[in-house]
């Protein structure tokens, strides 16, 4: 089994290089400290499993996510995030990801959830499951960023990060007059008027730190 961890924190990916050293069946542990990184890597050797931290520098995760998905379609991520498991986890499972775990759960969930995907099964905890079947028992549950569009979402907190148009722009290969559309969309779906007000919703929700 070969796994593959992706942070930009090295203590992180200490500490899980050093949990998944109990696996008996493991060959190899690689590293990135960025999305980029991890996709470069991915070109030359092919993991079972991307261990994939959601916010980082440049590219977030869950944009790694849905090129991985695109590009690596054999490769299970599972995805670890610092946020609460309802604010980005089913967003994740929807663009493929295989378990989504909290990086204070994981020195206790890991081994079982890469047990669980080695065997193509998806890895949730009991709380999470419970979160997701309540939101598609009721859509009136679903929060307003939920009802954004994967690149509309990536939009709405890259603006809230303060980033630039430009920088939008050039970090996902789009036009700025597209950048513009889809800000224009976010604003109006959120029911907001200004980037600060994007910006303070993140934050109340703990989409971005």
Do not use: W
Not at 136 to 153: G, I, T, V, Y
């Amino acid at each position: 089994m070969k796994i593959l961890i992706c942070d930009d924190h090295k203590i992180v990916r200490d500490g899980l290089r050093q949990i998944l050293n109990q696996l008996e069946d493991i060959s190899l542990i690689g590293e990135a400290a960025s999305g980029s990184e991890a996709l470069e890597i991915l070109k030359d050797i092919s993991f079972h499993i991307l261990l994939l931290d959601i916010t980082m520098p440049g590219m977030s995760g869950l944009e790694v996510l849905e090129i991985v998905k695109e590009k690596h379609p054999l490769t299970h991520v599972l995805m670890l995030s610092m946020h609460p498991q309802d604010q980005y986890a089913l967003r994740a499972l929807k663009l493929g990801a295989s378990g989504y775990l909290t990086k204070d759960t994981a020195s206790e969930e890991l081994l079982l959830a890469v047990r669980k995907v080695m065997k193509d099964g998806k890895y949730i905890s009991e709380a999470l499951a419970d979160s997701i079947a309540q939101k598609f028992d009721n859509d009136n549950n679903l929060q307003k960023h939920e009802l954004l569009s994967a690149r509309e979402f990536n939009v709405m907190i890259k603006l809230a990060e303060g980033r630039s148009l430009p920088e939008i722009s050039s970090e996902f290969f789009i036009s700025k007059n597209a950048v513009s559309t889809y800000r224009a969309r976010v604003l109006k779906k959120m029911n907001l008027t200004t980037n600060n007000e994007l910006t303070k919703y993140c934050i109340e929700n703990k989409l971005i730190l």
